[in-house]
């Protein structure tokens, strides 16, 4: 199996245009499918960076993820935009983009550009920074609230 620098430098000799984003993904739900189907418009391959279940818990406490990082790899590697799925443990996927260095990278609307881990380096050499507007109110937060509230 390649690793995913070989897969990346192939693609990028072939003209491809690589689109990166990267979550939690924890329980996947219509508003992720969406973000998912918009980031991959912007290019041709879309690779997903998926935090780590310890990143999860460092950056959202005890309780999460609910689902683990392999059953979550597996759930975003079977939707049709998904390309690539690469697990990183870190709090953030600044080393992953700094390896991959994508033609496009995008984040939900809720981040301003200027806040967007690796942004700065992927525009220091033409790449473009996205965010896309949520088509859905709904988050894998809300949705466990409402579980936990008996309110679904």
Same mark, same amino acid.
């Given at each position: 199996?390649?690793?995913?620098?070989d897969?990346v &430098?192939k #693609?990028k000799?072939?003209? %491809?245009k690589?689109?990166?984003t990267n979550?939690?993904?924890?329980?996947i739900?219509a @508003?992720? *499918? =969406?973000?998912?189907?918009?980031? %991959?418009?912007?290019?041709?391959?879309?690779i997903?960076? #998926?935090?780590?279940?310890?990143? +999860?818990r460092r #950056? %959202?406490g =005890?309780g999460?993820p *609910? &689902?683990?990082?392999?059953?979550?790899?597996?759930v975003?590697?079977? #939707?049709?935009? *998904? $390309?690539?799925? +690469?697990?990183?443990?870190? =709090?953030?996927p600044?080393?992953?983009i700094?390896?991959?260095?994508?033609?496009?990278? *995008?984040? @939900?609307?809720?981040w301003?550009?200027?806040?967007?881990?690796g942004?700065?380096f992927?525009?220091?050499?033409? @790449?473009?920074?996205y965010?896309? $507007?949520?088509a859905?109110d709904?988050?894998?937060? %809300?949705?466990?609230q409402?579980v936990k &509230?008996?309110t679904?």
């Amino acid at each position: 199996m390649e690793n995913y620098i070989d897969v990346v &430098n192939k #693609l990028k000799k072939e003209g %491809k245009k690589i689109v990166f984003t990267n979550g939690c993904f924890d329980i996947i739900h219509a @508003g992720h *499918v =969406d973000y998912l189907q918009k980031a %991959k418009s912007l290019g041709d391959f879309l690779i997903v960076g #998926l935090n780590s279940d310890e990143s +999860i818990r460092r #950056l %959202k406490g =005890d309780g999460r993820p *609910v &689902n683990p990082q392999e059953q979550r790899k597996r759930v975003l590697e079977a #939707l049709k935009p *998904v $390309d690539m799925v +690469i697990i990183f443990e870190e =709090d953030t996927p600044e080393r992953l983009i700094k390896e991959i260095k994508p033609d496009v990278l *995008v984040k @939900g609307g809720d981040w301003k550009i200027e806040n967007i881990v690796g942004a700065d380096f992927v525009m220091s050499y033409g @790449g473009k920074v996205y965010t896309i $507007d949520f088509a859905y109110d709904t988050s894998t937060t %809300k949705i466990i609230q409402k579980v936990k &509230n008996g309110t679904c």
